[in-house]
T-cell receptor
Framework: KAGVTQTPRYLIKTRGQQVTLSCSPISGHRSVSWYQQTPGQGLQFLFE???????NKGNFPGRFSGRQFSNSRSEMNVSTLELGDSALYLCASSLSRPTYEQYFGPGTRLTVT | AQTVTQSQPEMSVQEAETVTLSCTYDTSESDYYLFWYKQPPSRQMILVIR??????QNATENRFSVNFQKAAKSFSLKISDSQLGDAAMYFC??????????????FGAGTILRVKS
């Protein structure tokens, strides 16, 4: 079974721009969660999508948004980029119930200059 | 809100020896799941071991075992017969069993494990 894939793997953007990151879950997984990883704040939960609906949201500003498509692929968007948005963005997919393991993708390294 | 604390930013262990990574958490819930994840320098996060809070028996996966103390809200990871491939960042994570939180994981700050040959 193919693992979780994330594209692009690396991205450099300028302050004020917007960016879209993509995550393709493992086949059959309907839940996709996004996390931001930075040296200062560690791993923080952004949001989770399940069956095209946002099921849970972390404490991030409205500039961070996401969506999920009918094939369970998910995208997250960050508008009006700030230097502090530089981070590794990880997505994780799983089956729906909490008993199931989450599988992480390799991440997208976003650098904002 | 739940919090997870890993008080050891870095740990070192000699190859073939045993090391224990510490984790404490805070929650008012009685039903939850605890995890140890490993993130090698290549960045792909993988699950090492999982513990269900309702199970008293400590989880074990080959050389990895946990010491789960529910009353003390402690969840340490023991790695036996350490290998060079164990070198990584280790994260302790909490997930509520309640449906309202979905699959949200709350992570600790992580512990860098170095393995010396």
């Amino acid at each position: 079974k193919a693992g979780v894939t994330q594209t692009p793997r690396y991205l450099i953007k300028t302050r004020g721009q917007q960016v879209t990151l993509s995550c393709s879950p493992i086949s059959g997984h309907r839940s996709v969660s996004w996390y931001q990883q930075t040296p200062g704040q560690g791993l923080q939960f952004l949001f989770e999508y399940f069956s095209e609906t946002q099921r849970n949201k972390g404490n991030f500003p409205g500039r961070f948004s996401g969506r999920q498509f009918s094939n369970s692929r998910s995208e997250m968007n960050v508008s009006t980029l700030e230097l502090g948005d530089s981070a590794l963005y990880l997505c994780a997919s799983s089956l729906s119930r909490p008993t199931y393991e989450q599988y992480f993708g390799p991440g997208t390294r976003l650098t904002v200059t | 809100a739940q919090t997870v604390t890993q008080s050891q930013p870095e740990m070192s262990v000699q190859e073939a020896e045993t090391v224990t990574l510490s984790c404490t958490y805070d929650t008012s819930e009685s039903d939850y799941y605890l995890f140890w994840y490993k993130q090698p320098p290549s960045r792909q996060m993988i699950l090492v071991i999982r513990q269900e809070a309702y199970k008293q028996q400590n989880a074990t996966e080959n050389r990895f075992s946990v010491n789960f103390q529910k009353a003390a809200k402690s969840f340490s990871l023991k790695i036996s017969d350490s290998q060079l491939g164990d070198a990584a960042m280790y994260f302790c994570a909490y997930r509520s069993a309640g449906g309202e939180y979905g699959n949200k994981l709350v992570f600790g700050a992580g512990t860098i494990l170095r393995v010396k040959s």
